[in-house]
């Protein structure tokens, strides 16, 4: 099988060039060319994933990170409220993408609540989570599950002050109902490891939301940390080893474990050395086979691989070759055309799978400590 990735030289490491740059020249390929509308067509709207709210929520960000900021004349708040502004129809419905960070609905409602601070809107939010309980079917994982669920009553807590009457009820309510579902917890009939769709993402957004939960989740972790394979990578679901060579991307494998472990460290104590351990073991996976053919990414790209990389040549040079220079001339250099072929799963502009708004997100906090990963860790 041909590799998923490039093989790095030592002896020709690239640095990242002006992020700031970067940074105001993919906002402004954002409001330029997938700018705010009166109306969204229902098949666009992807929660946090993909779509307008996904914009929305990252131009939220971008105004907290970096006020200063001025996009195409107008401060960066002023373009996450305007994409947040446009009608969703009449029909958004809970469930039409799981109950996860893509639906719409519920991610439609996070997030202006967060923009607005408007108390009914948070009343509006909560009611429709309060909905989950009530179906089973429902996964556990971030993506289209009850996890993604947490995540956003966390988002909801952090953005809106004095919320937590209202979110911390259904933050328990939709906790015990994950945690009573585990801890052998599947999506699709298959028991998940990875950050979007298995056991550590579930870790992260539980204890995350309520770091209380840590002394439940402890024994799960140290399972999960005993799974690492021998080249530092984590298997993508339970039972497969795929030769030390399995993806190695923030969605499965080392990656999303890494960036998770960073989070949650913090919270459990008695695992610090394990932990670190196994982050370090991590990384060097990451920086061996990481440096991702697919288009750069938060998901399952560079991106999202350069932010659990420590400080210095290893992060840089990911960052690098993610240039947009660099990855169009890759791209016309490449005579096999994989280099660098699109991964958004054809949703362009896409907040996580595309690689403007990661771009975005990247530049804007690669230069932290220990960068963490929009619509995951980052609250």
């Known amino acids: 099988m041909e590799s998923r990735y490039i093989v790095s030289d030592p002896a020709n490491l690239l640095s990242s060039g002006d992020t700031d740059a970067y940074l105001a020249a993919a906002l402004e390929d954002i409001v330029g060319n997938y700018p705010p509308r009166s109306r969204y067509p229902h098949e666009i709207l992807q929660g946090l994933w993909s779509g307008p709210t996904g914009m929305g929520y990252l131009l939220l960000q971008v105004a907290s990170h970096r006020p200063d900021l001025v996009i195409s004349g107008q401060p960066a708040m002023h373009w996450a409220r305007a994409y947040m502004a446009g009608s969703r129809g009449h029909n958004l419905r809970l469930g039409s993408h799981g109950c996860g960070i893509g639906d719409e609905k519920l991610a439609f409602e996070a997030v202006r609540a967060a923009v607005s601070k408007d108390p009914q809107h948070v009343r509006d939010f909560v009611s429709s989570v309060s909905q989950i309980l009530a179906v089973d079917e429902y996964p556990d994982e971030t993506l289209f599950g009850r996890a993604g669920a947490l995540y956003m009553l966390r988002l909801v807590r952090h953005w809106v002050?004095?919320?937590?009457?209202?979110?911390?009820?259904?933050?328990?309510?939709?906790?015990?109902?994950?945690?009573?579902?585990?801890?052998?917890?599947?999506?699709?009939?298959?028991?998940?490891?990875?950050?979007?769709?298995?056991?550590?993402?579930?870790?992260?957004?539980?204890?995350?939301?309520?770091?209380?939960?840590?002394?439940?989740?402890?024994?799960?972790?140290?399972?999960?940390?005993?799974?690492?394979?021998?080249?530092?990578?984590?298997?993508?679901?339970?039972g497969q080893t795929h030769g030390g060579k399995g993806l190695v991307q923030f969605c499965h494998g080392a990656p999303g474990v890494i960036s998770s472990l960073l989070s949650l460290r913090e919270h459990f104590p008695q695992l610090h050395d394990n932990i670190d351990r196994a982050v370090s073991r991590g990384r060097e996976c990451v920086w061996s086979q990481g440096l991702l053919k697919k288009e750069p990414n938060l998901c399952h790209g560079i991106f999202g691989n350069a932010l659990t990389l420590p400080p210095g040549h290893q992060r840089e040079h990911f960052l690098g070759i993610a240039a947009p220079e660099n990855v169009s001339d890759m791209k016309k250099s490449d005579p096999t055309g994989t280099v660098f072929e699109r991964a958004d799963y054809g949703r362009s502009y896409s907040a996580l799978t595309s690689y403007t708004p990661s771009a975005v997100w990247t530049w804007l906090v690669c230069r932290e400590e220990e960068p963490r990963v929009l619509a995951y860790n980052d609250i």
């Open 161 to 238: 002050p004095g919320s937590n009457a209202r979110v911390d009820p259904a933050v328990a309510e939709i906790s015990n109902t994950i945690l009573n579902n585990g801890p052998n917890w599947k999506w699709r009939g298959k028991r998940y490891l990875g950050a979007v769709h298995g056991d550590v993402g579930i870790f992260t957004q539980l204890v995350l939301t309520s770091p209380s939960l840590a002394p439940r989740i402890e024994p799960l972790l140290r399972r999960l940390l005993d799974m690492q394979m021998a080249d530092g990578n984590w298997p993508s679901s339970e």
